[in-house]
């Protein structure tokens, strides 16, 4: 089910937003993130355990801003593609889920990999 994420111009680099869509029947928490400029939107759930990545409500990136941070042990996340570069879960990759433009809202999809953990 397609999802209204954000607007353009809502999201300054560095900053998030969660939103809550449906998918196959099944109700998902994701997040948005800016990331220097670019937008990209992932499925809240580590691929460590099936736990949400922010323990303080809607603070995903690490303080400097360079990677996504799961809170519950530490793992590292690349904004962009959403691979995990450190901890537990290395080598595997957030659910991303896709957006596009249209007109002044940012629209996700359904997922191509449903979380599955
Ligand atoms: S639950 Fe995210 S690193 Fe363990």
Known sequence: MTVTVAHVGELHPG???????QCNGLELEGF???WAGQHHAYVNRCRHVPMSLDWVENQFFTEDGRFVQC???GAYYLPDTGECVAGPPCGRRLHRIPL???GDRILGDCPA?????
Not at 113 to 117: E, F, G, I, R
């Open 15 to 21: 900053e998030t937003k969660k939103f809550v869509f």
């Open 113 to 117: 990999s449903l979380p599955d953990d």
């Open 32 to 34: 948005v993130l800016n």
């Open 100 to 102: 596009r433009v249209e």
């Open 71 to 73: 809170a519950t042990h």
